[in-house]
């Protein structure tokens, strides 16, 4: 059996000192080599593994024979951005986990693959699906411009709608351009992404923060139809002593003024971000170690993750806590903050030493506090660990159902309390990937179809 071929990637101690993209993705020869390791199965569980439902043995066969702009199209068929989702999304727990192969040896790199095909198809010119359908007379604003909301503008875009789409910030994309680094996923494939939007003449307006420049109310009044995908980018806060000190950030605050605001082109862009010489980072996520190696690439000495459960929990991607290893960062397990202390900014964290005891809902380890406590120096902290729904809408449009954490409460098919509006993505399941979100715009999607072709 053939071994997996590796995807190359930027030397540890060159990337770690600044913000170009690590992976550098395969080229023609190791793409059409690793497709060609896909062995067809006839079961075709990838595509179950698969929240957005992509054909994936299909375009892998198109691949390995080399039919690149037949692939692309199998590709996009289903996934309007594969540049994007080749990068960010956790295959190793969706399609690449159900891979046949992965049960023998290694599975297919489905997610290289894409990547490969969505970047091949950018420099080639390749267009993507326009409308399919007749313009059909009827408009449905969609809130967000994130994963979730992508995909809703898209697939109804396709079928003929009228799509407009409210951005509360000066760039499209949520999540995608103010929470994930440059060297994760580069502004310029997003933004290359994006365009398609544009090409099936969905209106994008930015800086329209819904819930103050326009109500629900407000949009139903001008759509046939609305669309809730405003994410989770409310920050949850430990509540422990001295959560207020100067030099603690939310990772939310310290990625954008990264990522959006681009401090780490500072002087030319004027947005000044202090960063210590001792950095630790709350949380064990995809976020936890996107906040890690933002810290390396801004000048820290030493980062450190500190996590309550064991390595072995981390819901972080494998390949993105790797990465994070070879570029320096540093790991405590088993700990919690219960205290943080300073006279005006933060000088220590007070840890207490976890262990782990049985299951919880989650199904890993429930870590359980054992008295005993340790204090580690820090200047600055980034606080990682969680985000809950984003409140605002929720908070003025009467009538829209929430969950006590703040959810927006839909049906099994993205509806809501309220008629003609639809909600899916973080701000419905509180946290989640960007496919996940994709998902959710999906279902979403075809729920309004099927409603708006019936009235």
């Not at 023609?28 to 006839?42: D, F, G, H, L, T």
């Amino acid at each position: 059996m053939r071994l997996r071929v590796p995807v190359p990637k930027r030397d540890p101690l060159e990337r770690s000192r600044d913000f170009a993209e690590v992976s550098l993705g395969y080229d023609e020869r190791e793409a059409v080599a690793e497709a060609s390791r896909c062995i067809q199965c006839p079961s075709r569980p990838c595509v179950s593994g698969c929240p957005i439902g992509v054909d994936v043995p299909r375009f892998v066969k198109l691949l390995a024979e080399r039919k690149f702009s037949e692939a692309y199209r199998v590709l996009t068929d289903r996934c309007p951005v594969p540049a994007i989702t080749g990068r960010v999304c956790p295959q190793e727990r969706q399609c690449e986990a159900l891979c046949t192969l992965a049960k023998l040896d290694q599975p297919i790199a489905i997610g290289a693959l894409e990547r490969f095909l969505g970047d091949w198809a950018y420099e080639n010119g390749l267009e993507r699906p326009k409308r399919v359908d007749a313009v059909r007379g009827k408009s449905v604003a969609v809130v967000g411009s994130g994963a979730a909301g992508i995909i809703v503008a898209s697939d109804l875009a396709r079928l003929g709608y009228e799509i407009v789409l409210y951005e509360a910030l000066h760039a499209p994309g949520g999540v995608m351009v103010y929470g994930i680094p440059e060297f994760r996923l580069p502004k310029r494939v997003v933004e290359a992404e994006l365009r398609y939007l544009d090409e099936l003449g969905a209106e994008v307006l930015l800086g329209a923060v819904v819930g103050k420049t326009f109500t629900v109310d407000e949009l139903l009044d001008q759509h046939d139809a609305v669309f809730l995908g405003t994410g989770a980018g409310r920050p949850r806060l430990l509540g422990v002593p001295g959560e207020e000190l100067n030099g603690i950030y939310t990772a939310n605050e310290f990625l954008v003024r990264v990522n959006l605001m681009r401090s780490y082109l500072f002087p030319e862009y004027d947005t000044p971000l202090k960063v210590g010489s001792r950095v630790a980072v709350i949380g064990a996520g995809n976020t936890a170690m996107d906040a890690a190696r933002t810290a390396v690439r801004m000048g820290a000495r030493e980062v450190w993750v500190l996590y309550r459960r064991t390595r072995a929990e981390m819901p972080a991607r494998l390949e993105e806590v790797r990465n994070a290893e070879e570029e320096g960062v540093k790991f405590v397990f088993l700990v919690r903050p219960v205290a943080f202390r300073g006279s005006f900014s933060v000088e220590s964290v007070v840890l207490e030493k976890m262990k782990l005891g049985e299951p919880d809902e989650s199904g890993r380890p429930r870590p359980l506090p054992t008295g005993e406590l340790i204090e580690f120096e820090v200047d600055t902290v980034i606080n990682a660990i969680g985000f809950h729904p984003n409140p605002l809408v929720p908070s003025v449009t009467p009538g829209l159902k929430t969950l006590p954490d703040g959810r927006i409460y839909v049906d099994s098919s993205c509806r809501t309390s309220l008629p003609r509006v639809y909600a899916g993505g973080d701000v419905v399941v509180g946290e989640g990937t960007v496919i996940e979100a994709m998902g959710w715009g999906r279902r979403a999607a075809k729920s309004i179809h099927e409603d708006l072709a019936r009235s």
